[in-house]
């Protein structure tokens, strides 16, 4: 087990889902993106480092019927499973790092909350846009949310990479064509503040 897997199947197993900073129970922005690119039900989407985010369950009773939650930790995915029941049927989990995932199918949409943001290595950033490149179906759109540069420097104890609009494009760019980007305060459990950058992108054919 890396480190890494450790410390975040440490987290999801002794950590209520309201007593994590990210937890967001109307995930509000996602979902705005989901609307304004008018992203059909039958979509192929998947969810980068959900954890037992609400984005799964919002997308579910909106009519998505195409949906994958990938988490390194075994426990976010199985605590959003209990939460969602027989739904959880209708839903492909992957446990898998994202560094380490190969996907077998191209997706529509490629949602990443606060996921991204923590590969800090240039070797990681870079690797993981590859793995984007390779999963986004022509046309798709892949839908990030970091910590941008007026945000905190680190999250659960880890340190993280902040981001703003010529960041993102220094990464994403040319294999995707930036769309929007906006910020966005996010209201902790702990009523503390953390700004957000939230971009969307469209691969090109």
């Given amino acids: 087990m890396t480190d890494k897997k450790a410390h975040w199947e440490h987290v999801f197993a002794t950590k209520r889902e309201n007593e994590v900073?990210?937890?967001?129970p109307l995930p509000t922005q996602s979902l705005q993106l989901f609307n304004q690119y008018q992203i059909p039900k039958s979509a192929r989407i998947i969810d980068v480092g959900g954890g037992d985010s609400y984005l799964i369950d919002y997308l579910l009773g909106l009519?998505?019927?195409?949906?994958t939650l990938l988490d390194i930790s075994e426990h976010?995915?199985?605590?959003?499973?209990?939460?969602?029941?027989?739904k959880a049927a209708s839903v492909t989990f992957i446990v898998s790092d994202v560094l380490d995932f190969q996907p077998e199918t191209p997706y529509e949409v490629w949602h990443d909350r606060a996921s991204f943001h923590f590969l800090t290595a240039q070797s990681d950033i870079l690797q993981y846009k590859q793995i984007v490149t390779q999963a986004v179906a022509s046309n798709g759109y892949l839908f990030l949310g970091t910590f941008s540069q007026n945000g905190p420097l680190k999250c659960s104890g880890l340190e993280i990479t902040q981001y703003n609009e010529d960041q993102f494009n220094s990464?994403?760019?040319?294999?995707f064509e930036k769309k929007y980007c906006f910020?966005?305060?996010?209201?902790?459990?702990?009523?503390?503040?953390?700004?957000?950058i939230f971009c969307s992108f469209k691969k090109k054919d």
């Avoid at 990464?171 to 294999?175: E, G, K, M």
Wanted: hydrophobic share 40%; proline share 5%; glycine share 6%.
């Fill in 21 to 24: 900073s990210w937890y967001q």
């Fill in 63 to 67: 009519g998505y019927t195409n949906l």
């Fill in 183 to 196: 910020l966005e305060d996010h209201i902790t459990p702990f009523a503390t503040i953390q700004n957000f």
């Fill in 171 to 175: 990464v994403f760019l040319p294999q």
């Fill in 76 to 86: 976010a995915i199985e605590r959003i499973k209990k939460r969602l029941g027989t």
